[in-house]
C-alpha cells in the first residue's frame, strides 16, 4: 500500500482495509434478502453469478460481506472451472480495493490460465484488463501496457464499446504516468466518444477533468479550462 497510485486507488478503502480482512470471518450469516435468493435458485451457476455480482455491489459499502459472497461462490464454484475463472476475477477485485496485490494477482493469473485453456476470449479479455489495472496501481506500467494491449484487440474484435471505453480510459492514466501526454490526450478523447456512444453521463466529469489535467500540462490553459467545466 506504499505505492502512490495503490494509496489513489485505495482512499478510505486502505483506512478498512485490516478491518475488514478481520472481519470476514466474522460474517457468519447472509442477509435476508441475499439468502431468500440463493434459495429460489436452483442451479449452482445462477448462485455463483447472484453472489459474484452482488458481492461488486457491495465492494464499497458492505467491503466484508462482499469478500464472504466472493469466497461462497468460490466454494459453490469449485466443480466448474469457467465458473472458478470468473469468481477469481471477483475475488480479486474485492482484494485490490483492500489492497492485497500479491492474492490478487494469484487469482487473476489463474483466470488467465483458465481462460486460455477454454479459448474464452470475453473472459481472456476481461483477465488482461484486471491483470494491467493491477499492475497500474503498482507502478509496474511495462506490465501494465503489456497487459491492456493484449486486452485491446480482443474488446475490438468483440465490439465491447464498454469495455473499450474503460480501456481507453485506464491506457490514457498509464501513458500520462509515463510522460506521454499527447498519447494520453488522445486515448482519453477516444474513451469520452465511447462513453458519449454509451449514453455513459455520469461517466463523464471525471474524464473531462482528466483531459483538462492533461492540457493544462501543455500549456493549454483556455482548453483545459474548457473542460474543467464541462
Known amino acids: 500500500m506504499c505505492k502512490k497510485r495503490l494509496l489513489m486507488l485505495a482512499g478510505i478503502a486502505g483506512v478498512i482495509c485490516l478491518t475488514t480482512l478481520l472481519s470476514v470471518a466474522q460474517v457468519t450469516s447472509l442477509p435476508d434478502t441475499i439468502a431468500a435468493k440463493l434459495k429460489r435458485l436452483e442451479s449452482a451457476t445462477e448462485k455463483v453469478v447472484y453472489l459474484n455480482e452482488s458481492a461488486y ?22 466443480d466448474d472451472q469457467l465458473l472458478v475463472g470468473k469468481t477469481n476475477i471477483t475475488l480479486a477485485q474485492l482484494l485490490l480495493y483492500n489492497g492485497e496485490t500479491d492474492s490478487a494477482e494469484l487469482l487473476l493469473k489463474e483466470s488467465r490460465q483458465i481462460f486460455l485453456t477454454a479459448n474464452d476470449s470475453a473472459q481472456l479479455a476481461k483477465s488482461y484488463f484486471e491483470l494491467g489495472t493491477l499492475y497500474y496501481y503498482e507502478s509496474k506500467d511495462s506490465l501494465a501496457l503489456e497487459n491492456f494491449f493484449k486486452a485491446l484487440p480482443m474488446l475490438q474484435a468483440m465490439n465491447d464499446l ?11 492514466n498509464l501513458i500520462s504516468y509515463m510522460d506521454d501526454t499527447e ?8 474513451a469520452i466518444d465511447l462513453k458519449m456512444q454509451l449514453g455513459e453521463e455520469a461517466l ?13 500540462r501543455l500549456d493549454n490553459v483556455d482548453l483545459a479550462i474548457n473542460y474543467f467545466r464541462m
Do not use: C, Q, V, W
Not at 464498454?162 to 490514457?172: D, I, K
Not at 498519447?183 to 477516444?190: C, E, P, S, T, V
Open 183 to 190: 498519447g494520453a490526450i488522445d486515448y482519453m478523447l477516444k
Open 162 to 172: 464498454r469495455g473499450l471505453a474503460f480501456l481507453y480510459n485506464n491506457l490514457s
Open 57 to 78: 455491489r457491495l465492494r464499497t459499502s458492505e467491503p466484508a460481506l462482499a469478500l464472504a459472497l466472493a469466497h461462497k461462490a468460490k466454494t459453490l464454484s469449485e
Open 204 to 216: 463523464l466529469g471525471t474524464s473531462y477533468h482528466n483531459l483538462g489535467r492533461l492540457y493544462y
